[in-house]
DNA sequence: TTGTTTGTTCTAGTATAGTTAGAACAATGT
DNA sequence: ACATTGTTCTAACTATACTAGAACAAACAA
């Protein structure tokens, strides 16, 4: 199953659907011209809802992912953005900085650490 | 004042109450004994509901970082560790950085950007 | 003791986001 | 023509965040 949920996630599942998706490009699992299945396929055998699944696929097509097209249905165009994940996981970092209250300095002193 | 909000954030207003105390004790500007001040005061002085910041108080007792007593007021006690998340997060990011090639400098001008 | 401060608890209402549901529609490949 | 698949619409439910007001309980101070 290439598109995953983690019931016991926080995370919206739209989100958690695209996220499936980045990962699989980044991980070179997809690549520019794979189908992704239609939306209704996916809705069944995760057990969500069509519009749901639908909402994941519009995001994905707004970050130039994917192209979708009716009949056609989710076809990858964007070279595989290697650094989907990179900017995901940035961005989860960043979050949860803010959460914490940890300011930038702090934050790249700390990703400099990790990064050496 | 020691309490801050970012009415343009979309971080809860608890978090980010929470948050200020976090940064306060990761500055150094509070430390061990130091009191915050009543829930009520910084309910009115930012213009939020007392529940609101009792919820962020709540929040961090339950992290250890403070103790909350009836007219004693919110007490820092300790600074538990809160940035465990962090440091996953902040690991598997250069994890993924090196992974697909960016050095140290493009990596903190990513997460700078995210941060903003 | 009496009073005041401060957290605790309760009910309740509003707003928004996420999710589900169902339906009709539009393009398009077979 | 037909079936598939995305598009759009309305609607409703749920959970969370926030606000509001009130009463209560502990604890310090005068």
Redesign the pocket.
């Known amino acids: 199953m290439l598109i995953r949920i983690d019931p016991a996630s926080q995370a ?4 958690q659907v695209a996220a499936s998706v980045r990962r699989a490009l980044s991980d070179g699992e997809l690549a520019k011209g794979h189908q ?1 299945p ?4 996916v809705a069944t055998s995760l ?6 699944v ?2 994941a ?2 995001l994905l ?1 707004d970050e130039g992912l994917i192209e ?7 076809v990858v165009t964007g070279a595989a953005d290697t650094r989907a994940r990179l900017n995901t996981l940035a961005g989860e970092l960043a979050d949860e900085a803010r959460r914490v209250g940890v300011d930038l300095d702090e934050l790249t002193e700390i990703v400099k650490e990790k990064f050496a």
Chains 1, 2 share one sequence.
């Not at 919206?12 to 989100?15: A, D, I, S």
């Not at 239609?38 to 396929?41: F, G, L, Q, S, V």
């Not at 057990?47 to 749901?52: F, G, L, Y």
């Open positions: 919206p599942l739209f989100e992704l239609p939306a209704r396929e057990d969500i809802n069509v519009h749901t639908l909402r696929y519009g097509r979708l097209r009716r009949r056609r249905g989710a």
